[in-house]
């Protein structure tokens, strides 16, 4: 894969890729197990500069974009699906911003972020997730306020980030289009944060619910307008999810590497399962599945990255591919290390666990699929 | 505070193989990496900088590829780099190698301190270290664990021992070496890669530093490598069991029939 690097991507890659063998894969289990927050290792990746790869310089980045947000995503979620969201989290909060932020928000906001700040994006409700248009949390204008009520769920790095990006409804009779975006600081008065939740995989990332009770933001934080709140929404999942996919790129490329290594020093009747056929072309079509997933990823956020007008088709495929095979991939680890896979002693029972979120946020696969046919028929009605 | 760091570049040691015939090391396919006591040296340096201010130059003798090691001490922080590497140079033992360095420390000029890594892990001598020091007439501390504290023109640090630590105070400048426990060297950072991409690496070479051509190279090294050889891995040892005095008496006889 090489070739298609610059210089940059490369060392952004190389950088990652030694963070997660040194200092990641260490400690993996160990925040799986204890479901703590990584901030020895967020220390780490803000020491690195990791957190502006996809930052503009002049707001102390590094001046990459989603293509270097989804190469670092995907090194980093090798080492642990759950650590990496500290990180690719942050991205999911910090693209309203880069999108849709005014100068101003820029400046305060994006410094801060490309040195180490954690932010975070609310979006989803109990009564709103795949149905974004059923958004509770109101946000009402009272002079040079807004006033936000309500309450998001499993929140990614909820009560850990600094900086939240939130939807919430300026307009209830507007439906979808009476949605607004908001900044809002976590030392803000009426932000509060429910429990951590307890969850089946990425268990060394924080989810939480983010309660809004009479929270007074300055409408300087507003992103855009009032009523382009599902717009940023949108536009935002549509360069986040190259990263989700990016991520199960990531742990399926783990359970391959940990596959193959486990078939290569496992011997029954005598010899190495590695030499069994049946074997073989299970890791082969492992290898064929990642593959194919990296490579749709690359190409999506390089569509992204050059400007591409309608990216949400090839984003939308990406992000179900990669999750698909995510799943399929650790599914097949498990099997290959037999019994073994099945204990928390071996890597590969938490990959499988790692890898199914993928398949459910920023947007179920089901709604991804919706995405994908309703851009297909959109498309025949240009032709 | 002028702080400057001498490094060299290793072979890996994870994948160290000695040709048998020519009992020399195998180099190729062999990737090369800073030695790694050297990257505590470097770490020391950039954190002494970030400290008292000032800047960290970096050194290292050797072949042109050397210049690699120089660039990753540049992305973890350190500020300039020199190369000192010369045809001339080849040869040298640790007496003529810390001569050159020594040279190239003169020719740098000011400094205040000199951190070395203890020793390198393809020689594992310790000795370029006190060479350099000894060359420029100036204190040294071996294996130092912990730089306690930097007041005007003294510094007193901790150097470990077998037993515990000794607390030495030595006046600056000075040369310390250092020991693997003395920090936890950062990763570098993408802007340091970035510099460090760009960086300029000055090469000097002997005449650069008005070395005393017998004094450099082979010729001018006082000790001579005659054979290196893979010692014989050692064998397990035997656990006696019985009663004490069956066992003295087993153990009497095993030893005669050693002798």
Redesign the interface.
Known sequence: MDILLTEEQKMVRDLCRQIAREKIKPVAAEYDEKEEFPWPIVKILAESDIFGVYIEEKYGGMGGGVFEMALATEELSWGCGGIALAFAATGLGTFPIILFGNEEQKKKYLPRIAKGTIAAFCITEAEAGSDAGGTKTTAAKDGDYYILNGTKQWITNGGEAEIYTVIAMTNKNKGARGASAFIVDKDTKGIDFGKKEKKLGIRGSATREVIFTDCRIPKENLLLKEGMGFIVAMKTFDHSRPGVAAQAVGIAQRALDESVAYAHQRKQFGQLISSFQGLQFMLADMSIQVEAARAMVYRAAKMVDAGEKNIAKLSAIAKTFASDVAMKVTTDAVQVFGGYGYMKEYPVEKLMRDAKITQIYEGTNQIQRSIIAANLIKELKKK | MHIIVCIKQVPNTTDVRINPETNTLVREGVESVINPFDMYAIEEGVRLREKFGGKVTVISMGPPQAECALREAISMGCDEAILVTDRNFAGSDTWATSYVLSQAIKKIGDFDIILCGKQASDGDTAQVGPGISTHLDIPQVTHVKKIEKIEGRLARVERMTEEGFDIIETPIPCLLTVVKEINDP??????G??RA?KAEIKRLGAEDLNCDFDKIGLDGSPTRVVKIFTPSPRKGGVVLTGETGEIVEKLVEELKAEL
């Open positions: 950062r990763l570098p950072s993408l802007k890669k970035m991409k």
